[in-house]
DNA sequence: ATAAATTTTTAGACTAGACTAAAAATAGTT
DNA sequence: AACTATTTTTAGTCTAGTCTAAAAATTTAT
């Protein structure tokens, strides 16, 4: 398998949401920033290898082989991100780019090492899940802290828009995966909170608790 | 920089040895298990970009920006390296296509911050000497367990062919990095050896004598 | 010094992957 | 239902990198 190809499956992995939804060439082609031709081409080579089933001017969706083979691109991607951060001290803002590229480094047998040398992490340091060997990802019920009511008490479990400007905005606010979010007050009118968050009090735009997974205590 | 620039200018700087010798196209071609053509075509473009010094049917060398770009290669597949076996844990005959892969990602901030995370070291598992940010080696004088006079005692100190099966056989028979070697033996008609390395006594070919670099006591 | 053998370069063809422009199909609107 | 707008596919072109076969240069041998 080539970069290219496993950098489509894991497009489609990511753009089917789990629920093995149709993906359009064009939605593919934007999320890898390429052209509906390309994609098209793509979708037709990988449908020929049995990884994508896809039906002309109808869209595609992964085969369940793969689904596997993206699902083990993902569990690279998010193990080499928690090592960048946990071991070698990365901002979690800045690994993104560099597992980009690490996820296509072909080894089984350092895939396994690196998930026992990092204590065989759930997550991502995102609040993102990390696949199993087989592809099967431990989902844990997070919702939105957009739509937690006031006077709610939440944690923070992750970030729906893993943008670096965005990851760099929380750190600097000293927003965490872990840290404790209580809702003070909601405005009706632009859905702006006020919200209590390890200690320190808080104003947020709905454009970023759209952006906040949490779990209510 | 693509990933086959980078291993033509690796394979040049390996195969110059240092005295930036000329390495013609037959030799780079073997080299990277490619056609002398195809290294032609390459040593054009290289030269274009003024990595390498080209002349038509007498051969090439790096340039001074050239050997800086390989020098980083090198560092980085040797870092890895280290990272593969003393971090996890695997034999110094199982990480060198994984290091052949790692060492094109891109990330000058991840090579630094590996190289603290290592504790800086100076050489690979293999004894090679790992280039610094400026490309500069610390050449360790080392020299062949075949040149040795009877009854000398030394310590292993690096291996010249790290074919993997080699480094198996090494392994096999207890030899590593650091043992203590002492020529019991030399059988002047074809060279072949009996050492005491590490207590134990081996007799030992001249193809594997001339293999291993030694320092004396 | 010529001729033969070897090495090196060129020419032409191939694949993967991407792009543009045009054609075809689908979706939306009157 | 017919026309328009949008999406998707096809056709043709491009670059990087490789290959084979042929031509050119160099080296070796006579
Ligand atoms: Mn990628
Ligand atoms: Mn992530
Ligand atoms: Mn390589
Ligand atoms: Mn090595």
Known sequence: MT?????????????????????????????????????????????????????????????????????QIVRKHRLWEVFLVDKLNFGWEEVHEIAEQLEHIKSPELVERLDEFLGCPTTDPHGDPIPDQKGHVVTISKSLLADQPVESSTILMGIKDSDADFLTYLSQKGIKLGSCITVLEKEPFDQSMTIEIDGQTLFISKTLSTNIYVQTL
Do not use: I
């Open 3 to 71: 970069r290219a190809e496993e950098n489509y499956l894991k497009a489609l992995y990511h753009l089917s949401d789990h629920n093995d939804a149709m993906v359009s060439t064009t939605e593919l082609a934007d999320r890898l920033e390429t052209k509906p031709s390309s994609a098209t081409d793509m979708l037709q080579k990988l449908h020929e290898k049995s990884l994508v089933a896809y039906t002309k001017y109808k869209g595609a969706k992964l085969s369940s082989e793969g689904r596997k083979k993206a699902s």
